[in-house]
């Protein structure tokens, strides 16, 4: 069965600090792995999503994750964080129904805290 | 274009009532999903629809039913409510995939949070 493991629970942070935030999958199959960030009070926003081809993938605003089929990881990093960025940061993976259907399975969440 | 629309944003309901939550997708996706999110937990898996047909349940009781109309909205329906179904029911839609089903991510509406009382 698919599963995510995001591995903290919080990552407090200095501004400008860079940061990484860890996710690992099980898998038998092919993955299609995603990350969401969600703000207080709000839905879940795609953040950047891996489906095949380079395994570095990056968003608009400064995040990246690489995709790591040996390691079975999908970390999200960013080299300078900002106060905007606190929120709650979850992982997901793509499992596939018949006839190209498909649901997402998430992490736990991680929460980012950036402090001044 | 308006992203995915949810209503009512918040609901207070007794246990044993009844509810129905209602989700507009995004314009041009076909398929409709629904996540239960439990405070402090990633959001669960429910159900999904695509052209008004179910084509996938998570590991939810009956009391837990959905459909969807020609226009592609939907509705969740709940019934004889427990304190535990207290949570944010998140709506997310996709768009129809280049080889048929649907595209692998999904864009979420801002949910409904739904307290049991």
């Known amino acids: 069965a698919q599963s995510v493991t995001q591995l903290d629970s919080q990552v407090p942070v200095f501004e400008e600090a860079p940061v990484e935030l860890r996710c690992n999958y099980s898998?038998?199959?092919?993955?299609?792995l995603f990350w969401y960030v969600q703000y207080p009070n709000q839905g879940l926003q795609l953040l950047l999503k891996y489906l095949s081809g380079s395994t570095l993938v990056e968003s608009i605003n400064g995040f990246e994750a690489e995709f790591n089929k040996s390691q079975t990881s999908f970390h999200l990093r960013k080299p300078s964080v900002h106060i905007s960025d606190t929120a709650e940061y979850f992982c997901a993976v793509s499992l596939m129904f018949s006839g190209g259907y498909n649901k997402l399975i998430f992490g736990a969440g991680t929460r980012l805290a950036v402090h001044p | 274009d308006a992203g995915v629309t949810q209503s009512p944003t918040h609901l207070i309901k007794t246990r044993g009532q009844h509810v129905t939550l209602r989700c507009s997708p995004i314009s041009g996706h076909k398929s409709v999903s629904w996540y239960q999110q439990v405070l402090g937990q990633g959001p669960q898996f429910i159900f999904q629809?695509?052209?008004?047909?179910?084509?996938g349940r998570g590991n939810f009781p009956d009391r837990f039913s959905a459909r969807q109309f020609p226009n592609y909205s939907s509705e969740l329906n709940v019934n004889a409510l427990l304190l535990g179904d207290s949570a944010l029911y998140l709506c997310?839609?996709?768009?129809?995939?280049?080889?048929?089903?649907?595209?692998?991510?999904?864009?979420f509406g801002p949910g409904t949070r739904l307290t049991v009382t």
């Open positions: 898998s038998s199959v092919s993955v299609y």
């Open positions: 997310a839609s996709s768009s129809p995939g280049l080889a048929g089903g649907t595209q692998q991510w999904q864009y």
């Open positions: 629809y695509y052209e008004k047909e179910e084509r």
